[in-house]
Structure formats: C-alpha cells, structure tokens
C-alpha cells in the first residue's frame, strides 16, 4: 500500500545529543514537508523540499537540518542546538501545491 | 497571531447529535482543509474544498470564500468521531497553515 513511514514512533535522547527522525514515502510525490507539534499549538512548518537535492528553511528552523537525496526519504536531524526539542513530529507529503498532503503517524521525540 | 481561528477548542457531545466545528482565516486563500487527528497523532485528511460544500458519509465540510469562514458538521455522531479535527490553508511553499484544532469527545 503507498504511504508514508516514519521511524522509530518514540524517541528518547539525552541532552547534547542529535537524533535523527526517519520519514519514506513511496508514493511519489515531489514535496516533502516536516512539522512538528506542541501541545495547545497548531502544527508548525521546520523544513520542506520540493525536490530531490533541495530543501528550505520553514518558521520553525533553528536548531533542525535535513537531507534529500532521494525522492522517496526526507530524514529531520535534531541537533543539539535545538533548545526545546520535546514534541511531536510529523512527516508530510504531496504532489503538488494545490493537492491534499498526506501524513505519516508521526514520532514522539522526548528529551531526557 | 493565528492566522487560522477555531472554535470551540473543546466540544463534548453525546452520540447521536449534530455537531459543527467552525474555521475562520484572515487572508485569501485557494482551498480549505479539514484534518482528523485520533489520539495516536496520526493525521488525516477528510476534505479539501475551495467553495460550496462537501459530504463525505456523516461528514460535511462548507465554506464561504467572501466571509473567510468554514465549517464541519457531522451528523449522527458516534464515539467514534472523538478526535481533534484540524482546518488549514495552504500557504506559499505548499505547506499548510493549521489551526490549533478542536478536541471532540462524544459520549456513549
């Protein structure tokens, strides 16, 4: 069945660490796009790609990189610059701007 | 600022009522989403609508394109619809603009 994967679905990390979150689509889509939740907030855009070998900076980029060098995977790294990096992250994808966006079940990232 | 307002934030309902969830933004936009979120976070998409209405089983999605405003009713609700339902635009980059959501729980 086409969808989207996100790996592991929670996440546990020490302060000072980087992680990185997984995020596979095999549906075939252009556009890739990370948000991440926090309680009481609306999702909130880190970083999109709209093809392969690149990708921009969202509202919320401080402290976050991403790769794309295939079209199916868009991988979140957290770095340790992020300052508050306990949320709810959720990968999604589309084929293009004025089509419905799909989303992975997301990863629950805690920092310990 | 929110560029995208909800209301109710939370909603208790008992099965078998009408339920509306309203939406307002503040600028132009080219469609409308509503999105479902269960309790386990995963997100998904009910309706994307540029104008009038849509129906999709229990669930309808309106909007009015002069007024900035959208609404979601669902008919007949069931336990089963307990969940946070999102709307949202689209913004410059394709990505979505999200409103805070609204948290339905209906009772049996």
């Known amino acids: 069945d086409g969808g989207i994967t996100q790996s592991p679905k929670y996440l546990f990390r020490k302060e000072g660490q980087n992680v990185t979150l997984s995020c596979e689509q095999n549906?075939?889509?252009?556009?890739m796009y990370w948000y991440r939740q926090d309680p009481g907030q609306g999702l909130r855009l880190i970083y999109y790609s709209q093809i392969v070998n690149d990708f921009q900076k969202g509202d919320i980029a401080e402290g976050y990189s991403v790769s794309r060098e295939k079209k199916e995977s868009f991988p979140l790294t957290v770095t340790s610059a992020q300052k508050n990096p306990t949320a709810f992250y959720l990968c999604?994808?589309?084929?293009?701007?004025?089509?419905?966006?799909?989303f992975g079940p997301g990863t629950r990232l805690t920092v310990l | 600022k929110n560029e995208v307002e909800q209301s109710p934030q939370n909603l208790t309902a008992q099965e078998g009522e009408f339920i509306t969830i309203n939406c307002s933004y503040s600028?132009?936009?080219?469609?409308l989403h509503w999105l479902q979120q269960h309790p386990g976070g995963g997100i998904v998409s009910l309706f994307m609508l540029s104008s009038g209405k849509k129906k999709h089983g229990r669930l309808i999605a309106t909007i009015n394109i002069q007024e900035k405003h959208s609404s979601l009713h669902i008919t007949a609700s069931h336990p089963r619809d307990s969940a946070v339902y999102i709307c949202?635009?689209?913004?410059?980059?394709?990505?979505?603009?999200f409103g805070k959501g609204t948290k339905l729980s209906v009772k049996p």
């Open positions: 999604a994808s589309r084929q293009g701007p004025y089509n419905e966006q799909f």
């Open positions: 600028v132009g936009i080219s469609a």
């Open positions: 549906l075939n889509h252009d556009a």
């Open positions: 949202a635009y689209g913004g410059s980059q394709g990505n979505l603009i």
